[in-house]
């Protein structure tokens, strides 16, 4: 307790609030910062005649006054409204260098000739003001040296006005919230700084034990934010509303341009990589500035001792986002002439409307969105994706759908609604939209490599062999025959027993090589089975199930042997398709309980 009260002492003499004195001592529990004025009690000595401290009021730790001629005194409030200031001598107890340049934080008074009372509460000097004496003046607000004022209650009104009208324009559905710093990068040089004046002092004092400052500020600001804007404060790791404040202090690159001498090689080295580095000083390289840093070092920098600010920190803008919401279903296309989504080609969109466009419509709707907001604020995902003239038939296709900084979560009830929006197009059926956790999406996502397909294919027979013409001496029309029905009933070329009945050898379809490398791929067929097409004797139907990511339309036609083996060899005769359906996508998502 002696150590800790004497680092107290110290903190205090280096301009630090409260809350920062506890930080330095390592104090690393809420209740602590909340009540900073009233824990801070233990670590001060008592005046010798006080018998009962109120402690609702400033304590004042001052030492008893000296009439030494070397020693200047002046009162000291233990707030964190206001930073204390503590007597400074010249000795070494008091940490003052001589002939160190490093302004030291001591408020004296000009004009003593009238008593006056100063209101701690806020920081007001009120002198009398009967029959013509002076006004009453404002004392200048004390600043943390170490934090800058932000544990320091004086400048909360303002961060509390900027988050309310944040919260008031977005009108976030929320029961609780957890709060995020920025906080200027200058504090972490005057961390270091008065880290190394602790170490100086007390050579076993380990500067990885403090508190940080964006922790100590959660448990100091972070319950009367609560208390103004009426949501309970929780961990930002598992409320979903996270509001975030950004700080800035005038000074801030300023004061860190002494880290270019410091740490020369550092700079001169992100100097000249600027398209890598674009900012300048960042909180990492700051970091890195001062790893190897020595009191010495930073004396000769005239940063001997911690300097004190002319001007707090304040709230220059204030960010709340709200965790993304997720929601999944399947979808049933029906047109043959509608993309996933939507389809651009050199920027040029090629379709009116797209799968994509048709869902998010009534839900952007819902949240209010614009159609600029719904772009960024709307991601569509899907277990794989069908061709713009391919149907997606039986229970549709699986998908998910990501909404960033929702305000609020959708009643069953307004899900519900959308799906009729969706389906009343005529384009696109959805039966059911739930909400779905980021857990499930790596199901999504896997399923889309891993899931089977169940294909149906309307195909026609372009020959009667593959050598021969359309038609075989020029009066037999092209007919699909029992025995070609046969032979792709039972065409394999896998071993018997294997699950996969034909394994394909392709190569990057041509009309895909736009947006997918070129690459020679190996997918299989599970199962195969073909039929004729009651008058149409040309024509045949396969129901084809197939691995993930097998191009069916290819197998078919073969692509000029770009797949291999293809449909016609198993037939011995040139095919090609007229169209096809998706007809199952075999993927348990969502879940279907």
Same mark, same amino acid.
């Given at each position: 307790?002696?150590?800790?009260?004497?680092?107290?002492?110290?903190?205090?003499g280096l301009?630090?609030?409260?809350?920062?004195?506890?930080?330095?001592?390592g104090?690393?529990?809420?209740?602590?910062?909340?009540n900073?004025?009233?824990f801070?009690?233990?670590f001060?000595?008592?005046?010798?005649?006080?018998?009962?401290?109120?402690?609702?009021?400033?304590?004042d730790?001052?030492?008893p006054?000296?009439?030494?001629?070397?020693?200047?005194?002046?009162?000291?409030?233990?707030?964190?409204d #206001?930073?204390?200031?503590? $007597?400074v001598?010249?000795d070494?107890? @008091?940490n003052?260098? !001589?002939?160190?340049?490093? /302004?030291? &934080?001591?408020?004296?008074e000009?004009?003593?000739?009238?008593?006056?009372d100063? #209101?701690?509460?806020?920081g $007001?000097?009120?002198?009398?003001n009967? @029959?013509?004496?002076? !006004?009453?003046?404002r004392? /200048?607000? &004390?600043?943390c040296?170490?934090?800058?004022?932000?544990?320091?209650?004086?400048?909360?009104?303002?961060?509390n006005?900027?988050?309310k009208?944040v919260?008031?324009?977005?009108?976030?559905?929320?029961?609780?919230?957890?709060?995020g710093?920025?906080?200027?990068?200058?504090?972490i040089?005057?961390?270091?700084?008065?880290c190394?004046?602790i170490?100086?002092?007390?050579?076993?004092?380990?500067?990885?034990?403090?508190?940080?400052?964006?922790e100590?500020?959660?448990?100091?600001?972070?319950?009367?934010?609560?208390q103004h804007?009426?949501?309970?404060?929780?961990s930002g790791?598992?409320s979903p509303?996270?509001?975030v404040?950004?700080?800035?202090?005038?000074d801030?690159?300023?004061?860190?341009?002494?880290l270019?001498?410091l740490?020369p090689?550092?700079?001169?080295?992100?100097?000249?990589?600027?398209?890598?580095?674009?900012?300048?000083?960042?909180?990492?390289?700051v970091e890195?500035?001062?790893?190897?840093?020595?009191?010495?070092?930073?004396t000769?920098?005239r940063?001997?001792?911690?300097r004190?600010?002319?001007?707090?920190a304040?709230?220059v803008?204030?960010?709340?986002?709200r965790?993304?919401?997720?929601l999944g279903?399947?979808?049933i296309?029906?047109?043959?002439?509608?993309?996933?989504?939507?389809?651009?080609?050199?920027?040029?969109?090629?379709?009116?409307?797209?799968v994509?466009?048709?869902?998010?419509e009534?839900l952007?709707?819902?949240?209010?969105?614009?159609e600029a907001?719904?772009?960024?604020?709307l991601?569509?995902?899907?277990?794989g994706?069908e061709?713009?003239?391919?149907?997606?038939?039986?229970?549709?296709?699986?998908?998910a759908i990501?909404?960033?900084?929702?305000?609020?979560?959708?009643?069953?009830?307004?899900?519900?609604?959308?799906?009729e929006?969706?389906?009343s197009t005529g384009q696109v059926?959805l039966?059911?939209l739930?909400?779905?956790?980021?857990e499930d999406?790596?199901?999504?996502?896997?399923?889309?490599?891993?899931?089977?397909?169940?294909?149906?294919?309307l195909c026609i027979k372009?020959a009667?062999s593959?050598?021969?013409?359309?038609?075989q001496?020029g009066?037999?029309?092209?007919?699909?025959?029992?025995?070609d029905i046969s032979?792709?009933?039972?065409?394999?070329?896998?071993?018997?027993g294997?699950p996969?009945?034909?394994?394909?050898t392709?190569?990057?379809?041509?009309?895909?090589?736009?947006?997918r490398p070129?690459?020679?791929?190996?997918?299989h067929?599970?199962?195969?089975?073909?039929?004729k097409?009651?008058?149409?004797?040309?024509?045949?139907?396969i129901?084809?199930r197939?691995?993930?990511?097998?191009?069916?339309k290819e197998?078919?036609?073969?692509?000029?042997?770009?797949?291999?083996?293809?449909?016609?060899?198993?037939?011995?005769?040139?095919?090609?398709?007229?169209?096809l359906?998706?007809?199952?996508?075999?993927l348990?998502?969502?879940?279907?309980?």
């Amino acid at each position: 307790m002696d150590q800790q009260k004497a680092i107290f002492k110290l903190c205090k003499g280096l301009g630090c609030c409260d809350s920062c004195c506890l930080r330095y001592l390592g104090i690393r529990y809420q209740n602590a910062y909340e009540n900073a004025q009233t824990f801070c009690l233990k670590f001060q000595d008592k005046p010798a005649n006080a018998e009962k401290v109120d402690q609702n009021k400033p304590t004042d730790i001052s030492p008893p006054s000296s009439t030494s001629e070397n020693t200047v005194t002046s009162e000291t409030n233990v707030s964190t409204d #206001d930073k204390p200031t503590e $007597n400074v001598t010249n000795d070494e107890s @008091n940490n003052v260098n !001589p002939g160190d340049d490093t /302004k030291t &934080d001591i408020k004296m008074e000009e004009d003593t000739s009238n008593k006056e009372d100063t #209101d701690s509460s806020n920081g $007001n000097v009120a002198t009398s003001n009967g @029959n013509g004496s002076r !006004p009453a003046k404002r004392r /200048k607000r &004390d600043i943390c040296t170490s934090c800058l004022g932000l544990l320091q209650k004086d400048g909360w009104p303002e961060c509390n006005a900027a988050v309310k009208e944040v919260l008031d324009k977005k009108q976030y559905d929320s029961k609780t919230f957890g709060c995020g710093l920025s906080a200027p990068i200058a504090t972490i040089l005057r961390e270091k700084v008065i880290c190394l004046k602790i170490k100086e002092a007390f050579p076993d004092f380990d500067e990885r034990s403090i508190t940080t400052l964006k922790e100590s500020w959660k448990w100091a600001y972070g319950p009367q934010l609560a208390q103004h804007i009426g949501i309970a404060l929780d961990s930002g790791s598992v409320s979903p509303l996270l509001i975030v404040l950004n700080m800035e202090y005038p000074d801030d690159l300023q004061e860190l341009e002494i880290l270019k001498t410091l740490s020369p090689d550092l700079f001169e080295s992100r100097s000249r990589q600027r398209k890598r580095f674009t900012v300048e000083f960042t909180r990492r390289s700051v970091e890195q500035a001062l790893e190897g840093a020595t009191l010495e070092a930073l004396t000769a920098l005239r940063w001997g001792s911690v300097r004190s600010a002319d001007s707090a920190a304040s709230c220059v803008s204030v960010v709340c986002t709200r965790t993304p919401l997720y929601l999944g279903g399947r979808y049933i296309k029906l047109s043959r002439e509608l993309p996933q989504t939507p389809w651009l080609l050199g920027g040029k969109r090629m379709m009116e409307s797209s799968v994509q466009d048709i869902i998010f419509e009534p839900l952007a709707k819902a949240y209010g969105m614009s159609e600029a907001d719904a772009d960024h604020r709307l991601k569509f995902m899907s277990a794989g994706r069908e061709d713009v003239d391919v149907r997606c038939l039986g229970d549709g296709r699986p998908f998910a759908i990501e909404i960033t900084d929702p305000r609020r979560e959708l009643t069953a009830g307004e899900l519900q609604q959308i799906c009729e929006a969706v389906s009343s197009t005529g384009q696109v059926v959805l039966k059911k939209l739930v909400p779905v956790t980021k857990e499930d999406l790596t199901l999504l996502k896997s399923g889309e490599e891993n899931k089977t397909k169940t294909y149906e294919a309307l195909c026609i027979k372009l020959a009667h062999s593959k050598s021969s013409d359309t038609t075989q001496n020029g009066t037999t029309p092209i007919t699909v025959t029992d025995e070609d029905i046969s032979r792709i009933n039972s065409y394999r070329n896998t071993p018997e027993g294997a699950p996969e009945r034909i394994a394909l050898t392709q190569k990057t379809p041509i009309r895909v090589l736009h947006r997918r490398p070129l690459l020679a791929r190996t997918r299989h067929i599970l199962d195969i089975t073909a039929s004729k097409v009651t008058g149409h004797p040309q024509l045949l139907v396969i129901r084809i199930r197939t691995t993930a990511g097998t191009y069916v339309k290819e197998f078919v036609h073969g692509e000029l042997r770009r797949t291999a083996p293809s449909l016609g060899d198993a037939i011995g005769a040139p095919v090609d398709i007229l169209a096809l359906d998706v007809t199952n996508v075999q993927l348990d998502w969502p879940n279907k309980q």
